[in-house]
Structures are given as structure tokens and as C-alpha cells.
């Protein structure tokens, strides 16, 4: 590691117009510097927590250590997470096209979900789109003093007077669990008031987890309740499958679809980017899930397989030969020569213009760096299109995973429950006396089991990263910038709380929550899009350029933390 006097010295031996450029340090890998240079300056009981957040990967596979994941964040720390109304509101039933999402709060609650995630939609052929609107009580000093609940009453109303939509869905933000608001009646009663609409709540306030993972599970458990299995209508399609954890984010859902459709896959539900009230409502006709997101949308996988005997596989469309892999997981299941001819015939003939896009690229990607800190599977995914563009992840971790998605599904019994898990509701589910089915016979599971078909089953990330890699579990501001710092990766991805921070180290930054303007990056086409822009992103010039003002203005002085 290079230390600050060093640092200096090598300043002073370069000609005197590169001292004005930032800092650029050279990358020295110690990590077992790194990670106590991160520590540092912590008060001991802290550096104590986050020294089990912080993992120097062993890359022992499975056996890797345990690392501390899914506890609260130390106060004081400015984390990177989001809250449980975010998870609930923003990631799950945000996306969702038909539905009115009606926030019962602050009207700030509101504005920060507004249209911010770029979760895409279409109007569909069955024309009932209204975009992702933004709807919320705008509750005021009063209402939390005298209770909210005519005001949400009168919104519910006014929601179903203007747009007649099948469904309402209802969000409770912090002041409606302080002050008590009954959001579940109050549902209740307008549900049996309109006849014609669903409508229910979500107690989500954002205070209830420790991060926005919370929200997940509450937004699953209400939408498995109240949403799925109320339409029994079996849709055309030899093929179906729901495909959960998929946002459209950037249109990502929408090239997924796209291959769906040539491969002649029926998708009957995607939980949930551009999706409506009666894909939810049908998705228990399907024959197969194929879980992208697996840390947001277990919960439904799982009771969807409890309560109606589908089964379920993890499923990746982030880097093409991932998508591949995928089809071709999806084509075995089905078991049908038809099938798996036709996703091979899909494959072949998407393939060259990727291959063509990666050779052109990696002359300029290959060997070089990048860190990536998102919430909880993405962090992992991405992995595999840097991969394919010949870069390494040196440092990654989630705001907000479980110790499953690092370690592997396998862990999930050893998992401990605390206070906070325990206080989300696990939903009862038993199998439908009149719906359950099973989609194979025991001898055809067991038959693609043992040829090693892995149903129920994700790897974590943490054996699919090098030996000597940081893996760092709810990554700070601070801790951000210092690891940019002192590793000063090619690339650097997180979210827009990071963005600018990054950026100001002279380091190329990718939201990739957002995708910024971008996308889509998923699936053939969304790979060959990721390539060019990663590629333009670390070849750009434009960052050592970056001065900050008081290199240029002798008036001010001022210095970089680290000088
Ligand atoms: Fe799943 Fe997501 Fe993610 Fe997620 Fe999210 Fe997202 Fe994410 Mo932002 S559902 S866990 S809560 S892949 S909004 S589309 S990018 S943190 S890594």
C-alpha cells in the first residue's frame, strides 16, 4: 500500500503539470491491509461488528467463513441501505402496471419512489397501463395528530372514482405504525364497499427490518394472500412459467420477454416488472419457477410451490452465457425435444453478434478492475458480465443480503432468527385442497436430480469470487470511498447515493440499480449494450482530467482526506 509520504514523494518527482490531476494511487493488493486501513478509524466495538462484515475471500468454495449479514447498521454510519417501505412499496409492487399503489404518508415518501428505479412498462395488448403513477395521502402535521385514516379512506375513493382499477394496494410509511392508522380495515371495508376491487394493505413502515430485505418479505407475503390464485382462467401456451424477481429495470424484462417468446416460452407472470393484477392472479397456473431475484421474491417461490406443487430453479439473465444457460435449464426441465431444439436453434443464432461485440471489447476491458456494491443479487450477477468482458471483481458485497446469497442456499438452516426477522410475519401455507398439483411424477424429478438438475438451489457469491477478493456486507460511504482509494478500481458500481462521491475520486461510476440512462443489460442484446458502455466507461479519459477546484484556483486551499 502506498502511504501518504510516499504518495508525496512520488507528487513531487512528476513535471509540474500532472500534479494538478487527482490523486491516482497506485493499486497495491494487500487485503488484509485494506481491511484494517477500512477499521481504522472505527471506535472499537464498531470495528469489532464490521470486521465480521468484512471478508478477505478465502475461495474454499462452500466452506467459505461465515460472514455477518442481515443485522442492523450501526447508528452514526451512513449506510448505503434503503428501508423495509422501500423494499415493499419501491422494488416489489412498484413495477407493477395496473395496480394503484397508494402511499399513505408524507408526500417525501412518495417523491423518493417516484419514478426513480426506472422500473419499465408497456401498455400491453390487454391496454390496461397507467404507467407507474405516483399516488400518496400526503398526510400533514394534523393527520398524524388526529389519525389518518378518513384521509386514506378518501384517497382510496378518489383513486377508484378516477381510474376504476382492479386493485388497490395500500403502503404504510413510518408515522402510520407510530401513530397507529388501521390500514388493514380501512382496505377491508372499501374492498366490500367497490365489490369490484381488490384492495389491501402493507405494513411496511420503513422503520419495521433492518434494511429494505424486510419490505420484500411483507410485499410477498400480501400479494401471495390477497393477489394469487383469484384467477383460475388457464392461459394458451405449452410451455409456462413465471419468471420471479425480474423488475424490468432499464427494459431488462422486456429483452427476457423477448427470448421467451422465440423460444416459444409462455411467461405467465413476472413478479414484477411491467406486470398487471391478473398475471399475479394467474400465477399459480404455471408450470415452472424460474427465479431470477431470489433474495426479494423467495417467499413467493417457495408458497407457490407449497400451496400449488410448482417447482422452482434459480435462473440467471444477466451476462449472455448465463441467459444461455438459463434457456437451456428452462428447455431441460420441460424435458421436450421440441423445446430444447428450439432454445438451442435461439441460442446459436443470438450468440455470434454477442461473441463478435465481447472480441471487439475485451482488446480494451480485458484485465481490468471493477468493485460492485447493490443490494442483494446483482452484486453477484454482474459478476458474470465483467467476467465475460475479461474483468475482475476485486471487491463486492450487498446492502441488504441474507448469509444465503453469500454462502449458498445451503446455509439457510444454520441461520440465526433474531428479534428483527422475527418480527416479519411468516406466512402458514398449505397445499390447496382443490389446486395442488404436482408438474412431474416423484420417478421424473428424481430422474432430473440425479442428473444433476438442482431444483430449490442458488449458489452464493462468495465461491464464485477469487481467493483474496473483499467481500464486504453493507458497505458505507465511507468505507466506499476509502476502498476506492486505496484500490482505485477501472469501475465502480452502486447507486446514486454514491455516485458523486465516486466520481470525484476520478473514478468511472455505474449505477447499477438505475443503469443511469441505460439499459437494458439483460439477455443477449442487453449484454452486447453492458459491454459498450463498460467499455466506453474505463476507456474514457475524461476522469484523469478531473481536478478538483482548488487545484485550479490558488485562492483556495484545500486538500483531498487522504493528503
Ligand atoms: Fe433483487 Fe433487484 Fe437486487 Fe433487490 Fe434493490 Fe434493484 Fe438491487 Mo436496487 S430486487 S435484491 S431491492 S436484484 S432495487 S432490481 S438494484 S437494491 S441488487
Known sequence: MVTTNQHKAELSSLPA??????????????PAKVKAELLKHYPAKVARKRAKQIMINEALGNETPEILANVRTTPGIITMRGCTYAGCKGVIMGPTRDIVNLVHGPI???????????????????????????????????????GGEKKLTAAIQEAYDLFHPRSIAIFATCPVGLIGDDIHTVAKRMKEKFGDCNVYAFSCEGYKGVSQSAGHHIANNQ?????????????????????????????????????????????????????????????????????????????????????YGIPWIKVNF?????????LRKIAKYFGDQELIDKVEAVISAEMPVVLAARTDVRTRT??????????????????????????????????????????????????????????????????????????KTPAEFKALEEAGYKFKHYDGLIPDMDKGTLVIDDLNQYEA??????????????????????????????QLHSYDSGGPYAGFKGAINFYQEIDRLVNSKVWSYMKAPWQTNPELSAAYVWE
Open 17 to 30: 503539470h500532472t500534479k494538478l490531476m487527482p490523486l491516482r494511487y497506485k493499486a497495491v493488493w494487500e
Open 223 to 307: 400479494v401471495f394472500r390477497h393477489i394469487v390464485g383469484e384467477n383460475n382462467e388457464v392461459k394458451p401456451g405449452k410451455y409456462k412459467i413465471n419468471l420471479l424477481g425480474e423488475y424490468n429495470i432499464g427494459g431488462d424484462g422486456f429483452e427476457i420477454d423477448r427470448i421467451f417468446k422465440r423460444c416459444g416460452i409462455t411467461n405467465i407472470a413476472t413478479f414484477s416488472g411491467n406486470s398487471t393484477y391478473d398475471q399475479f392472479a394467474s400465477a399459480h397456473t404455471a408450470d415452472l419457477n424460474a427465479v431470477m431475484c431470489h433474495r426479494s421474491i423467495n417467499y413467493v417461490a417457495d408458497m407457490l410451490e407449497t400451496k
Open 108 to 146: 417525501g415518501c412518495s417523491f423518493y419512489a417516484w419514478l426513480t428505479r426506472r422500473n419499465q412498462t408497456d401498455a400491453g395488448t390487454d391496454g390496461e397501463n397507467y404507467m407507474t403513477y405516483c399516488f400518496s395521502t400526503d398526510m400533514q402535521d394534523s393527520d398524524i395528530i388526529f
Open 318 to 326: 444477466i451476462g449472455a452465457d448465463a441467459t444461455a444457460k438459463s
Open 366 to 439: 480485458a484485465g481490468k478492475t471493477a468493485m460492485m456494491f447493490v443490494g442483494g443479487s446483482r452484486a453477484h450477477h454482474y459478476q458474470e458480465l465483467f467476467s465475460e468482458m475479461g474483468m475482475k471483481t476485486i471487491s463486492a458485497g450487498y446492502e441488504f443480503a441474507h448469509r444465503d446469497d453469500y454462502e449458498g442456499r445451503q446455509v439457510i438452516p444454520t441461520l440465526e432468527v433474531d428479534a428483527d426477522s422475527r418480527n416479519i410475519e411468516e406466512l402458514h401455507v398449505d397445499p390447496d385442497p382443490t389446486r395442488f398439483a404436482p408438474r
Open 481 to 510: 470511498e476509502k476502498l476506492v482509494e486505496l484500490l482505485k478500481p477501472d469501475i465502480f458500481c452502486a447507486g446514486i447515493k454514491e455516485k458523486y462521491s465516486i466520481q470525484k475520486l476520478g473514478v468511472p461510476m455505474k
